[in-house]
């Protein structure tokens, strides 16, 4: 079955400080995976997604995630930190096929110190 | 209006109240669903429209009750709720197989 960890329920980070969010997942061939991202009472965004080809994709607001095979992780990383993306932080998995179904994780709370 | 939109973006509503959430996709999509969102615990899907069936259903209570009338809209119908019941609720739309999802804003729910 599928299956999304991230092992980091909070984080904090200085204003200008490089940032990566982990992701593992469990999946029985080559998922497509997705990060998105959840300000306060609002619903989620897109930042980035990978569904095949480099493994280094870029996103919005200047994040890039790259997927690992050989680690099961797609990990999110940013070289500078704003103030504004202090946030909630989900990883997704999905499979091919069928009618799209995704698998989230629990989600890293990202607080940024100015 | 672009995207996906949910209305109303809040509610507040008594144990014994019927009320509906509404979502409309404006993407050209023929897949939506309803996930909820409660406090520390991960985001669970709720329904699957795919082409205007469902075709996933998550053990959710008969409380809750969708309905998809078109490719471009959804329903979640709502009688006697549990406080429990209080989340956020997401609504999402893609392409059927693979295909990013995008969210709406949400509807707070809040069930006294």
């Known amino acids: 079955a599928q299956s999304v960890t991230q092992p980091d329920i909070h984080i904090t980070v200085s204003e200008g400080a490089s940032l990566e969010l982990r992701c593992n997942y469990s999946?029985?061939?080559?998922?497509?995976l997705f990060w998105y991202v959840q300000s306060p009472g609002q619903g989620l965004q897109l930042l980035l997604k990978?569904?095949?080809?480099?493994?280094l994709v870029q996103g919005i607001k200047g994040f890039e995630a790259e997927f690992k095979r050989s680690q099961s992780s797609f990990n999110l990383r940013k070289p500078s930190v704003h103030w504004s993306d202090a946030a909630e932080y989900f990883c997704?998995?999905?499979?091919?096929?069928?009618?799209?179904?995704?698998?989230f994780g629990a989600g890293t709370r990202l607080a940024v110190h100015p | 209006e672009t995207g996906v939109t949910q209305t109303p973006r809040h509610l507040v509503m008594g144990m014994t109240n019927k009320k509906s959430l509404k979502c409309e996709q404006h993407?050209?999509?023929?897949?939506m669903y309803w996930y909820k969102q409660s406090a520390k615990k991960p985001l669970e899907l709720m329904f699957v429209?795919?082409?205007?069936?469902?075709?996933e259903n998550n053990s959710v209570p008969s409380r809750f009750s969708p309905e998809c009338p078109n490719s471009s809209h959804l329903f979640l119908h709502l009688h006697t709720l549990q406080p429990e019941d209080s989340a956020l609720y997401l609504c999402?739309?893609?392409?059927?197989?693979?295909?990013?999802?995008?969210f709406g804003p949400g509807t707070r729910l809040l069930v006294l």
């Open positions: 993407l050209g999509h023929n897949a």
């Open positions: 990978y569904f095949s080809g480099d493994t």
């Open positions: 429209y795919s082409l205007e069936e469902r075709v």
């Open positions: 999946y029985g061939a080559t998922p497509y």
């Open positions: 999402a739309s893609s392409q059927k197989g693979v295909g990013t999802q995008y």
């Open positions: 997704a998995v999905g499979a091919w096929g069928g009618y799209n179904k995704l698998i």
